[in-house]
């Protein structure tokens, strides 16, 4: 019985380990690798073992640094089956149809640049992708076990970081010895507006988790939230847009889910404009009503009741290219939602050419933005930024708001691992193995554990468990 990491072992992103007990082999999570050319170049590299011996894929959840590279494992030979929650699976195909129409869409480019040479192709392309959605087999409940074999079972529990997301416990036998592992996947920070806190099950003889904010902790939610309202009720009484660079998955459910909180408590003007306006963000919010088992009995209970939980009044929808177009010549008075997140690419670049050299204008903030990044480099504070060739001035306001973090900080991660102790006070996990974060995060938040051997696996070591 033996555990080796595939990736997240020194930094954030390609999630993917792999289990081997009694000659079968369960990987856990197949994630792209995300931040700058040289860790995206990885992606294309070997995996680091043969994905034809892979006999089982296991997905926590479905943003892509867990999920993105599924369509090469399945060209490189996987034919196994893919078990993950029934939310999950309906994000994963969106998800990873997108990011195949992005590789297409980066090859096309590459190619009109270039001079000789051979023809770039896709990392994957939209075949690849259809491909891998055949595999996925059986639909796992939070709670329930799966059965994979004599002796090896798997179940999957309320990770509360996204749609669907699931820590995974691997029960193991292997000539009579057992074991209990548990990958945290991404854990969410418990107070989640839309998502039940995580519910890690215990007790546990090893343990794999993330530490994103292993080193620190976030400001508190009900803050962030008022700052959030207060930030588009002030550029409303300016007069001027307000433009939120969006994350498509969750952030901008979260977000219509606060602007209909704040319409209906009287936060936010009644008669506020909203544009929700990324096909992608669109797509993902009916994904997100068709999936009320994976949301707090509050938000299940407004579905069922009709009550959208994603509808703030004056809410419009802008799927074609042609109406995010015409919101361009909108002056006033709209909160227009649009992505990427990190404005690296997207509508939002379009709104942002528009509006930042307007004083009245503002620009909200509300997630992650790494260096380098067009986000960054506005929430920095540059005087103008490069827009298409031209230096675009920034007069508007720019917000920053830090609370809306999908991951749990420092102080709810240890709680997270303590509870995957015995009950008895028998002490904690025998090993923590801490993947999925910066170097000097995991080395930080390993100091803090309470006790029990701590492993920082480097990538494509492994370990007896
Ligand atoms: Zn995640």
């Known amino acids: 019985m033996d555990i080796t990491f595939h990736g997240a072992a020194g930094c954030v992103t390609g ?36 994905p034809a011996s892979i006999d089982v894929l296991l ?26 929650t029934a939310a999950t699976r309906d994000l994963v195909r969106l998800v990873l149809l997108d990011s195949a129409h992005l590789h ?65 416990l691997l029960e193991l036998e292997e000539a009579g ?24 099950p215990a007790p546990v003889d090893a343990v794999v988790m993330e530490t994103t904010y292993g080193d620190r902790d976030h400001r508190p939610m009900d803050a962030s939230v008022a700052e959030f309202h207060a930030a588009v009720r002030d550029a409303d009484a300016r007069g001027g847009n307000v433009i939120i660079p969006t994350f498509a998955l969750e952030r901008a459910q979260e977000l219509l889910f606060f602007l209909r909180e704040g319409a209906a408590q009287g936060a936010l003007p009644p008669d506020l404009q909203v544009f929700l306006d990324s096909p992608m963000a669109i797509s993902a919010t009916q994904l997100f009503r068709r999936h009320p088992e994976a949301m707090k009995d509050e938000i299940t209970r407004m579905i069922r009741e009709g009550r959208d939980p994603f509808r703030p009044p004056g809410l419009h929808i802008t799927r074609d290219a042609s109406e995010s177009m015409a919101l361009n010549r909108v002056r006033s008075g709209a909160v227009i939602m649009a992505g990427s997140g990190m404005c690296t690419g ?32 506005i929430i920095d504070g540059a005087r103008s930024v490069k827009l298409w060739g031209k230096q675009v001035p920034v007069r508007a306001h720019v917000h920053t708001i830090g609370g809306f973090s999908a991951h ?18 028998g002490g904690g996990p025998e090993v923590t193995f801490l993947v999925h974060g ?5 080395r930080r938040f390993a100091e803090k554990l309470p006790g029990g051997r701590v492993e920082l696996p480097r990538i494509h070591q492994r370990y007896a468990l």
């Open 15 to 50: 999630s993917c380990h792999l289990v081997s007990c009694a000659g079968r082999r369960i990987l856990v999570d197949c994630g792209m690798f995300q931040g700058g050319r040289e860790l995206y170049e990885e992606n294309a590299g070997d995996f680091g073992f043969d």
């Open 177 to 200: 010895r057992r074991r209990r592992v548990l990958f945290s996947g991404d854990i969410g920070p418990g107070n989640r507006p839309l998502l039940d806190g995580p519910q890690p």
């Open 59 to 84: 997905l926590t959840h479905a943003h892509l640094d867990h999920c993105g590279r599924i369509p090469l494992l399945v060209r490189r030979g996987f034919r196994g089956e893919i078990i993950c």
């Open 346 to 377: 997207g509508r939002v670049r379009h709104h942002l050419r528009h509006n930042l050299p307007h004083a009245d204008c503002s620009v909200i903030f509300v997630g992650f933005a790494a260096e380098g990044t067009l986000a960054r480099i």
């Open 104 to 168: 297409e869409e980066e090859a096309r480019r590459a190619n009109r640049r270039r001079r000789g040479g051979a023809e770039v192709e896709p990392l994957y392309d939209t075949v690849d992708a259809l491909d891998c959605l055949d595999r996925f087999g059986r639909e796992a409940v939070y709670g329930e076990t799966v059965a994979l074999w004599e002796g090896v079972r798997a179940s999957f529990h309320d990770a509360g970081h996204i749609l669907g997301s699931a820590s995974i």
């Open 408 to 425: 749990a900080g420092q102080a709810e991660l240890l709680d997270w691992h303590a509870r995957t102790g015995r009950a008895d006070g």
């Open 438 to 442: 910066e170097e000097a995060a995991r």
